[in-house]
């Protein structure tokens, strides 16, 4: 069965701190996606990656980074949270070529 | 730049109607998706359509794909309660970049 997988459910952090949220995926997929849920916005693309090392900037790359080392761990980083980065993050992956992506069960993000 | 539209944004409606949700969009493409989520819950993969004409069935859900008028619908048959939930349609562009784009979802309740 297909399984994504995200370090925490819930975090609470502060303005200023550095951020890591894991996402691992056991599918042996090539892509891997970062996303922000909010509410009236829809899904809006972070960070995406094809292959372990790569990555590319999606609709809302600002005041994040990412890091794959690993074909099946893809990490987002907040340098420096702010509160206007508290939202449910959501981590997806897919295989090449068309295909759904099946996406993690979400970290909601809370920066006081 | 790829745009998803979805209507309604909300509804409500009665155990035993049928409905429809309908997703438009404003680029080229034949690939797109059907997803659910359930409150508090992650996205769950409903129905994947690949070429124009498609038509994909499970319960009492049904998606198809006209790709010349760029709409897609979900047609509900027969409401039942438990098909409440939030559905998004989403979008891969023909550029083979397999990004999706999202639309803002249709939160769907069945009152009983």
């Known amino acids: 069965d297909v399984k994504v997988t995200q370090s925490s459910r819930y975090l609470v952090k502060r303005t200023g701190e550095k951020v890591f949220l894991e996402c691992v995926q056991d599918?042996?997929?090539?892509?891997m996606f970062w996303y922000r849920q909010d509410p009236g916005l829809g899904l809006r693309l972070i960070y995406f990656s094809y292959d372990v090392k790569m990555k590319e900037k999606g609709d809302i790359p600002e005041g994040y980074s990412v890091s794959r080392e690993k074909k099946e761990r893809f990490s987002l980083i907040l340098e420096s949270a702010s509160t206007n980065q508290t939202s449910m993050y959501l981590c997806a992956s897919s295989m090449t070529g068309p295909d759904t992506q099946y996406f993690g069960p979400g970290t909601r993000l809370t920066v006081l | 730049e790829l745009k998803v539209e979805q209507n309604p944004l909300f509804l409500s409606m009665q155990e035993g109607k049928n409905y429809t949700i309908y997703c438009n969009y404003s680029t080229t493409s034949d690939r797109l998706y059907w997803y659910r989520q359930d409150p508090g819950k992650s996205l769950e993969s409903l129905f994947v359509l690949l070429s124009n004409g498609a038509v994909k069935q499970e319960g009492r859900l049904m998606a198809s794909l006209d790709t010349k008028a760029r709409l897609s619908t979900l047609h509900i048959t027969a409401a039942v309660h438990d098909l409440s939930a939030t559905y998004f349609c989403a979008v891969e562009s023909n550029f083979g970049n397999e990004k999706l784009t999202f639309g803002t979802g249709t939160r769907l309740t069945i009152i009983p």
């Open positions: 599918m042996d997929h090539e892509n």
